[in-house]
């Protein structure tokens, strides 16, 4: 019986809670690793389904955890921004419309540099009676020299040209050899060659050669005197 008092206590204290997760609802975008390069600049959006939040606050977690950016609203409009040392003049923040009648909000970091290589991520908070606290899950942000991605498709270019020059040039070796070929088998032929000797052409008629006859036999004749 104890222990199904306790059960009903805190399945009530839990209730606003899990009603509270169930109306507000937050996001951040990206929401993935964003690779950047020095000097470039990167953008962070967040927003929350509540209309009337009473303050945002970007942090970093990892490399010093400090507070980027805080925000104060009034009746959902930004009243007062307080941003760190090393970003106050790197940073702007502008309010974003929302489709759902929330608030959304975008922080643009200008000059990005190695050091601000870390884990950025938006807790909105909300007072009413108590205080609410709602994070998201971050922007891991990773700050590089050069962009692997501009260096990928580089070297896939450059791989690109090169396939096509050996495919020139292999193409260009092949007609050469077989030109080659058929002028050596013509100078061959050229000189195996001999030419065959004219027809003389034909000379007047020959006169028709005389026949031999030969003189016919007469017998002698022979009389008979009667005496």
């Known amino acids: 019986m104890e222990a199904l008092g306790w059960s009903c206590v805190l399945g009530i204290l839990c209730l606003p809670a899990e009603v509270l997760l169930h109306i507000w609802t937050v996001s951040q975008e990206p929401s993935s690793t964003s690779i950047k390069t020095i000097n470039s600049s990167a953008e962070i959006s967040c927003s929350i389904s509540l209309s009337d939040p ?26 007062t921004n307080t941003a760190d040392g090393v970003f106050k003049k790197r940073i702007h923040v502008s ?84 030109t080659g070929a058929m002028i050596l088998r013509h100078r061959r032929f050229k000189k195996r060659f001999t030419p065959g000797r004219a027809a003389e052409p034909p000379g007047p008629p020959r006169p028709p050669r005389p026949q031999h006859t030969c003189p016919q036999h007469q017998p002698y004749l022979v009389t008979s005197l009667g005496l």
């Not at 945002?56 to 400090?66: C, D, E, G, W, Y």
């Not at 000059?111 to 807790?123: E, G, I, K, R, S």
Request: charged share 20%; glycine share 8%.
């Open 95 to 178: 309010e974003r419309k929302q489709l759902d009648g929330g608030v959304g909000v975008s922080f643009k970091i200008d000059l990005m540099q190695l050091q601000d290589t870390d884990l950025y991520f938006c807790t909105w908070g909300y007072v009413d009676k108590v205080s609410v606290q709602l994070p998201t899950n971050g922007t891991i942000i990773i700050v590089r020299e050069e962009d692997s991605q501009e260096l990928c498709g580089l070297g896939n270019h450059i791989l690109d040209l090169v396939l096509i020059a050996f495919s020139v040039t292999a193409f260009t070796v092949i007609v050469l050899l077989f």
């Open 54 to 79: 009473d303050s945002l606050s970007l942090q970093r977690k990892f490399h010093s955890k400090t507070e980027v950016s805080f925000l104060h609203f009034k009746k959902g409009k930004i009243a």
